[in-house]
């Protein structure tokens, strides 16, 4: 073997190594399904109890309670959407092997009742009924009614955009998590507590920014956002989305346009989780710019609960023109 062909051995040799070292890297965080936050959690054993937590505000609000307590995860990466979210088999693994693990409600991802079984926790259910809504009707009229005994049961799961309605689910949680961890339940109780003030402060601070805004017009891509309208004053009129992930048609564009231009409408909202093109279409009719509400995040700088929700509020008040 002549000194050219060992050369190159050793360089093929290396070459492997490195695309080997690469392919691992890629792997660590796509196997957990989730951010890099949860992912480098996950790569040392831990004794102290798992939760799993399907969204990422869900697993941020989880975090707040379970504290130095428990480990935390979430299942979805950033820009995904519950809705059409499939798990990977790493994910039912990791599922299987968690102490416990909590979803937000059926309509959103009650999928993964079918895989956690006994040990999936509705947290939906520790929201007090009189804070409830329904979804709206994919129609222009009446879009934001409220939840009513006796109505239909299209519950509309996304309290977790509300301050206010998630002050109202940590007694709950911090119970159930007591349940997995009974030695825990006095820290749990105690974050539950400190997280609420915390909670409280940052509705304080949402109501004063958005004050100057009460009565706002807004038009959405999908009905995320209703706890937070209904919190801070604001108006829903108009849904691009005739129903979810279905393209509204022309005939609805145009009838939305109308809305738009009888209630003096400001922006356009879209979500990362979702398309565009129909609300790229209905600013190219109207002249209005399109901005993004975000109700999930799990991205760098709305990782954190309150860190989310005072994206949002800054970008309503950037919409308005604040």
Not at 68 to 76: P, S, T, W, Y
């Amino acid at each position: 073997m002549n000194l050219s062909t060992i050369s190159a051995f050793f360089e093929l040799g290396f070459i492997r190594i490195i695309a080997a070292s690469a392919a691992i890297m890629i792997l660590v965080p796509v196997a957990f399904g989730c951010n890099d936050v949860d992912s480098e959690e996950h790569e040392t054993v831990s004794d102290k109890p798992s939760y799993i937590a399907t969204i990422p505000p869900l697993a941020a609000i989880l975090r707040e309670v379970a504290g130095d307590r428990g480990d935390v995860a979430c299942l979805l990466q950033a820009g995904s959407s519950p809705h059409t979210y499939e798990p990977t088999p790493r994910d039912m693994a990791v599922i299987q092997d968690a102490t416990g693990v909590f979803f937000v409600h059926p309509v959103l991802d009650g999928w993964v009742v079918d895989i956690a079984g006994k040990k999936s926790i509705e947290v939906f259910s520790f929201l007090p009924a009189e804070m409830q809504m329904e979804m709206p009707e994919h129609s222009h009229s009446d879009p934001g009614r409220h939840r009513s005994e006796g109505g239909t049961g299209n519950t509309d799961p996304h309290f977790f955009t509300s301050p206010r309605a998630v002050k109202t689910i940590l007694a709950g949680l911090a119970g159930k998590l007591s349940e997995f961890d009974p030695a825990g339940a006095s820290v749990y109780e105690a974050n539950a507590e400190r997280f609420s003030q915390e909670l409280d402060a940052l509705d304080r601070e949402l109501a004063e920014k958005l004050a100057a805004y009460a009565g706002e017009a807004i038009v959405l891509v999908h009905p995320s956002f209703l706890y937070f309208l209904r919190d801070y004053n604001l108006k829903l009129v108009g849904l691009i989305e005739p129903a979810p992930g279905k393209e509204p048609s022309p005939k609805f564009i145009a009838d939305l346009v109308d809305i738009i231009r009888k209630n003096d409408v400001k922006a356009i909202f879209t979500e990362p989780q979702l398309q565009k093109s129909a609300a790229q279409v209905l600013s190219s009719e109207t002249g209005l710019p399109v901005y993004e509400l975000d109700p999930l995040g799990g991205i760098q700088g709305r990782i954190k609960y309150s860190d989310l929700i005072r994206y949002n509020a800054d970008t309503l008040v950037a919409a308005f023109g604040g």
